[in-house]
Every structure is written in C-alpha cells, then in structure tokens.
C-alpha cells in the first residue's frame, strides 16, 4: 500500500478506515512494524495500532492482536546489529498497549497475561540487539520497550505479590546479564519506571525488596580498577539503575507505601557503590565489596503462572 494512504489515515485523526477490512489494515500496520524507515514505523504503525486499541476498535480481537505481536517477538530473536530487531522491539509495544487495554477494560482471563507476561521476560532476556538510537533508521530501543512492556504487565491487576517479584527480578537478571551492552539511551531510567509500577501496587514486601536491591547493588560496586579493563564497564547499567530509581522514588507524587524504608536501603547501597564521589574513598581504590545476600531468596521463578 502507498504511504499516501496511510498519510490521509493520520491526517483524518486515524479514523479506521471503510474501504478496507480491518484484518487486511491490521496485518500491513504489523508488517510496518518491522519498517526501517521511522516514518512508516514509529511514525505510523506504532500509534496508529495503539490508538485504536485504545479506542477500542481491537476490544473484541485483543487475544487475536496480542498473540500476533507476540509472533513478532521471535523474529530474528538472537540475531545483533540486524533490521529484524525493530519488528521485535516494536511488537513489545503493541502487546504493552494490549495489556493495559485489558487492565483498564478487563477483557481477557488472567491465563492469557501470564501467558503474554512469559514471552515478554523470555524475549526481553534473549534479546541480543541491544541498540538504542540506529543512525538512518531511528530508534530501536528493545531495552526500553521491554521495560515499558514489564511496566504494564506490573499494572495489570492480575499480578500478585508473586508476579510482581517475577518482574522485579527480570529487571535484575538483564541489568546483569554479562552480555547487556551499556544502557545509554535512558534505558535504566524506563526500568526504573518498570519497577515503580509494580512496587505502587503495594505487594511486594519490603524485605523482597531490600534484598533484590542487594543484589544490584553487589554488581554496581564490584570495582576492580586493575589491568587495562574499564571497570566501568562491569558497574555503569547497575549503578545508572539504582540512581535512577533513587530519583523516582524520591520526587513520586503517588510514592509506594514502602517508599520511605526503601529511600534508606537506597541511599546506603549508593553511598557503598559510589564511595569516590562521597569524599569515603580514594579515586584510586576499589569500592568495598557489597555484604552478602541470601542467594535462594533471590532465584527468579521460571514463569508468570500463579502455582
């Protein structure tokens, strides 16, 4: 189809369409989803599925929508520095969109958001193409997206306490992962968006929390400063995180019911990790290592699905 057409789309405030079934505008704004050109991608693919999603146009078809988008998810899955990644990064999205239609309208059974809820974190830890700003073709930011996407399903009133844990530690696991590439294009502050979500829903205890933290906190002060290795490198995303989440915390106007007690744990962990900037430490010593932490308590589970 001519991008005229969908130009008069958008120019019609993205009125659905007549002349055409709705299945056969669906499929082409899906196939654009992996355009490498922003214009027809994030310029009008993206918003033109979420706007009809949030009017309601998918309402009847939001199992049909989200599991094609999740289909999306695989494209590609492994490959790095390849176009495939827009298609993933932008169908992540689009089942965010879906996910937040049907906490707000309560249209789908909890099976199917646990069910999305998996190959959201499956994707979000295999994806390799970790780009955010692609010179010529414009944003991929699968990080990013993917914290969007956990900040929805963090929303979504289907998740307990034990879902809620399960998002926290996906967030952790791919800041760790040793082959997270550095996070540069504001992707620690989206997963500290991520993370708000699910610590406002107010389930999660505080001690599941401190020790999560702990266990962040541990990889932002492993600095060695030896050698011709950057340390930088091993600590920047973990430490980015917790200062990012600091800051959110901190300024929240609807602040989580733990916001107090976690500020401190926080601040702590900071002062420990960024001992240089503090005036504790010499420039050219070794953080101190982090205290230990109960290892079995922070063991993400394997799946979304409530036992």
Known sequence: METGYWQQVMAAGLSVPTDRPLDE?????????????????????YPTLATWIERGVYDDLLTGLGDGMTTGLVVGL??????????????????????????LRGLLPPQKIFEWGDRITTWYLREHDQRGYVPGHGWAHAMAHGADALGALAGSPHFGAAELTVVLDVVADRLLLPDTALLTS??????????????????????????????IGGAAGRMTGSGDHDPYLDTFNSEAFLRALHLQLALAPSPPAIRADLLLTLVDTLRRTSPHFLGLQSLDQPAAPSPPTDASALDPQDDMTRE
């Open 25 to 45: 505008l669906t499929a082409e704004l899906t196939t654009l989803l992996g355009s490498t050109d922003p214009a027809e991608r994030d310029g009008t693919a």
């Open 78 to 103: 492994g490959e790095r520095d390849t176009d495939t990644v827009f298609r993933r990064s932008y169908s992540v999205l689009v089942l965010a969109e879906c996910v937040q239609r049907d906490t």
């Open 186 to 215: 504001g992707e620690p502050d989206r997963m500290a968006m991520a993370v708000m979500r699910a610590l406002r829903r107010n389930l999660v205890a505080l001690e599941t929390v401190e020790a999560w933290v702990a266990r």
